[in-house]
């Protein structure tokens, strides 16, 4: 592999963290989906209680040496993130519950959590890639949203599946695809049931 190829495959990677692919995704929802005096509080409460947390868990995990690096790539390291990353996943879905977040929202932040879930009890077996799961999910929901941007979050999923899969290994092709698959599942949910 070429060292240009990596170094794509490094950008594409970083992009397409879920942390950075969600938090663009939410704020693509919020401003087109909510009033605009309405979507700042929204975005701010979220930031609050759940991206500024999860960055800071990903974060001082790696400066800790508790896990190898930001994806937590390691299966094992990834027993000890879950218990974490989940209650900070209901945390901010409690905050856009109590925030009177519109209903088809709040839909986004209780599956966001059972995706979660789901992969930690997946990661008995297999680890999942989170970085295919939530790309996917959030082209899905964008789809819904706004046919532009979920365009190019398409091209850019597609990137994430080619990066963590070909270039920088971390992923096998079934844990990429179950990413795929649990993502469009969740992403259907979201934005097509009314559930």
């Not at 088809?104 to 999942?128: D, Y």
């Not at 959030?138 to 949203?145: A, K, P, Q």
């Not at 270039?167 to 698959?181: D, F, K, M």
């Amino acid at each position: 592999m070429s060292i240009r190829a990596r170094r794509l495959a490094v950008v594409v990677s970083w992009i397409g963290h879920p942390l950075v692919f969600v938090t663009i995704s939410v704020g693509i929802v919020l401003t087109t989906q909510v009033a605009s005096r309405a979507a700042i509080p929204l975005l701010a409460a979220l930031f609050l209680s759940l991206i500024a947390p999860m960055g800071l868990l990903l974060f001082f995990g790696v400066r800790s040496g508790r896990w190898a690096d930001a994806d937590v790539s390691v299966r094992e390291e990834r027993r000890r993130f879950y218990p974490i990353a989940v209650p900070l996943s209901a945390l901010g879905t409690i905050v856009m519950w109590l925030a009177n977040t519109p209903r088809s929202i709040l839909r986004g932040g209780v599956i966001t959590l059972l995706l979660l879930i789901a992969s930690a009890i997946v990661n008995h077996w297999s680890k999942i890639s989170l970085h295919t799961l939530f790309a996917t999910y959030c082209t899905v929901i964008l789809f819904r949203v706004n046919i532009f941007c979920a365009s190019a979050a398409l091209i850019l999923a597609g990137l994430v599946f080619w990066s963590r899969l070909l270039l920088l290994s971390r992923h096998t092709i079934s844990e990429n695809i179950s990413g795929v698959a649990l993502g469009t599942v969740g992403g259907i949910a979201t934005a097509w049931m009314s559930i």
